[in-house]
């Protein structure tokens, strides 16, 4: 990813920067869509992910709808020219204002969460006089078996509808004029490699559906949400995830019926490989029975370590003397500001660059000024 040019090039650049490697952003979106086009399904993507406009350009082009969790994101996804009728929105607090904006955009559907959700929509829609089209957010009470606060569709999560409230939430939808029900929304969580959980929703949503078939009520659209996992330890080996697996999943085990459109709304498998964290190592500091590689680049750069536990790929992209353990860490004064413990590289010395690996993804969009620190900036491989 890094050859000798591009290493030239960083040489000028200010650091901490995020590095987009565009060619493989394309060639995932190439991937990606082979296999919507193959089973005939609708993609939006989930701009909480990456919202770097470069990159939405690209995802626009391929062909993706959008998939917004706030009305700064709904505008951002019409001015950039998505397509109103594939944009979805989310999202358990969607202010007054949020929903005005996607009520005036047109779009595709609101993914509701809640009753007074619904209602607030409905009075709104009646006051612009419109209809909102509205899929209801399932929460189908499955673990994803990712970490904890990137599970959303447990029945103890914040997100989504329980069956339990079915019957109230049919008649609420029934005595609201301005709402039309389209559809069930469904998102069990993010970074899930194990691809059984998938087949498990196709499953719950069999039976969930059934509830309101049974009661009359069409259900024209299936949203399986985002959630498909990346390599974060290995990014080179395979840097695509396996949307092929992914899909053949979902096609063996989701039961559709006549007509109906299955939606999903990826977000990290498609952004995250393409990006880095580019950084240079500040300081090399002993500490007891180790050494510290501080870097530039902070929690407030990439805070999925911090908040997550997440691990990335730190690399050494300037060195290649023999190989020891650092603790590569931040210049944030938090001691949750760390990348990694004992991670083996060559030897490492001020000024050198490390890469932070498979950051496309939830990086720089969560960047803050944590510090009174600048928001890294990006640059592109094109
Ligand atoms: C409603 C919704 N859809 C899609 C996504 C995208 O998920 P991922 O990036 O794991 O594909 C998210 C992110 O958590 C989400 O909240």
């Known amino acids: 990813m ?7 090039r960083f040489e000028s650049l200010q650091t901490p920067f995020y590095y987009y490697d ?45 998939d917004c969790v706030s009305g700064n994101e709904v505008a951002l996804a019409l001015k950039l020219g998505f397509a109103p009728e594939k944009i979805v929105y989310a999202g358990v607090g969607k202010s007054d204002a949020e929903i005005i904006t996607a009520l005036k955009g047109d779009i595709f559907a609101f993914n509701c969460e809640s009753i007074p959700e619904i209602e607030v929509i409905n009075g709104l829609a009646a006051s612009l006089g419109k209809v909102a089209r509205i899929s209801l957010r399932i929460n189908p009470d499955i673990d994803a ?8 569709g447990r029945a103890q999560d914040k997100f989504g509808i329980s069956q339990w409230m079915f019957d109230s939430v049919l008649e609420t939808i029934n005595k609201s004029a301005n709402i039309k029900l389209i559809g069930l929304h469904f998102h069990v969580g993010s970074q899930i490699t194990d691809l059984s959980v998938f087949k498990l929703l196709c499953e719950r949503i069999d039976v969930l559906q059934k509830w309101f078939t049974d009661k009359g009520v069409k259900i024209e659209n299936l949203n399986l ?3 498909l996992g990346i390599d974060y330890s290995d990014p080179d080996t395979a840097p695509i995830a396996d949307f092929e697996g992914y899909f053949n999943i979902i096609a063996k085990n989701l039961k559709v019926s006549p007509g109906q459109k299955i939606h999903f709304e990826p977000g990290r498998a498609i952004v995250a490989q393409c ?29 999925r370590p911090a908040l997550y536990q997440a691990s990335h790929k730190l690399q050494n992209i300037t060195s290649s003397g023999r190989v020891l353990k650092y603790d590569v860490v931040g210049p944030i004064c938090e001691s949750s500001d760390r990348f990694g413990k004992n991670i083996a590289m060559p030897l490492t010395r001020r000024g050198d660059f490390v890469a932070i690996r498979s950051a496309g993804a939830y990086g720089q969009v969560m960047g803050m000024r944590y510090n009174q620190k600048d928001l890294a900036p990006q640059y592109y491989s094109e």
Do not use: P, W
């Not at 919507?36 to 062909?63: C, F, M, S």
């Not at 580019?278 to 510290?292: A, D, E, H, P, Q």
């Open 2 to 8: 890094f050859d000798k040019a591009t290493l030239g």
């Open 22 to 66: 565009l060619s493989l952003l394309k060639e995932t979106l190439e991937k990606y869509t082979k296999q919507i086009k193959k089973y005939g399904y609708h993609a939006h993507y989930a701009l909480k992910a990456n919202a770097d406009e470069r990159i939405l350009g690209i995802i626009k082009d391929a062909g993706l709808g959008a």
């Open 225 to 227: 949400g985002g959630g």
């Open 145 to 152: 078996h990712t970490h904890k606060y990137i599970s959303t």
């Open 275 to 303: 990006g880095s964290l580019i950084s240079r190592v500040l300081y090399v500091k002993m500490g007891k029975g180790k050494k510290f590689a501080i870097l530039d680049a902070g929690m407030n750069d990439l805070i």
